[in-house]
């Protein structure tokens, strides 16, 4: 009985290795920047410090830490960051563990702890992204003045009396954050939540990293999605403040 325990516990070990190695590999394949991302940014020169790709405008007391989608490179929302920083919004997209945000949902924590200088936080992030960020939202709201979905949504109704501003930021064309599921999460998300479709948009295009399984091709260029992410994204901070 004993020999029949030990044979039966080794093979549950190595079938464990083995679904961890295959994870492991397949979490590798990830989506880095693209062709187009680099002519119009030295991804080079972006400041990488402590895990965390650092978009950081001078004397600014406002930060936005964004989450990177699923098997998403931190690098392809340079553009992004980089539009902000020069608005005045210091940026923050960290790296993830196995390029999953969900690993590490508390990761806001150790930059927020790391830059007591700002006063003004919003979090958010892209697809997984933004699920990680809203479930570190929901425990910590009294830390921030606002959360950002990108092609996202929450996993609960955790956040449905939350004080705070939301922003919604979809594309017509998503094939994984479809406008339905969309449209679904809304019995998620607060009263006050700002709701925006990008008309020609697609999933991938809410960062600069080229094509995505099971996306749809988006009617726009990503650029110009980009440009309209950005503009959204600027016209919801300038008023969004903490509610009594």
Do not use: C
Not at 83 to 88: E, V
Not at 208 to 225: E, F, V
Request: no cysteine; hydrophobic share 40%.
């Amino acid at each position: 009985m004993k020999k029949i325990l030990k044979i039966t516990g080794i093979t549950l070990l190595a079938l464990l290795i083995l679904a961890f190695g295959a994870f492991y590999t397949w979490s590798r394949f990830t989506y880095g920047p693209s062709e187009a991302l680099k002519k119009q940014v030295n991804i080079e020169q972006v400041d990488h410090q402590n895990g965390v790709y650092a978009f950081e405008a001078a004397k600014s007391d406002t930060g936005i830490i964004l989450y990177p989608g699923a098997k998403v490179e931190p690098l392809a929302y340079v553009y992004l960051g980089n539009a902000l920083m020069k608005k005045g919004y210091s940026v923050f997209v960290p790296d993830m563990p196995f390029s999953f945000a969900i690993f590490h949902t508390k990761k806001a924590e150790d930059i927020i702890k790391d830059h007591p200088g700002i006063k003004h936080w919003y979090i958010g992030g892209h697809s997984l992204g933004g699920t990680a960020a809203a479930m570190y939202a929901e425990k910590n709201q009294s830390k921030l003045d606002g959360l950002f979905f990108l092609a996202s949504y929450p996993a609960s109704d955790d956040l449905k009396q939350a004080s705070f501003q939301v922003l919604s930021i979809s594309g017509e064309k998503d094939g994984l954050a479809t406008q339905e599921k969309i449209k679904e999460s809304k019995k998620l998300l607060p009263s006050q939540t700002v709701y925006h479709e990008i008309k020609g948009g697609n999933h991938a295009q809410f960062g600069m990293y080229g094509k995505q399984k099971g996306d749809q091709l988006a009617n726009i260029p990503a650029l110009t999605q980009q440009k309209d992410i950005i503009q959204t994204m600027l016209e919801w901070l300038k008023p969004a403040k903490k509610l009594p």
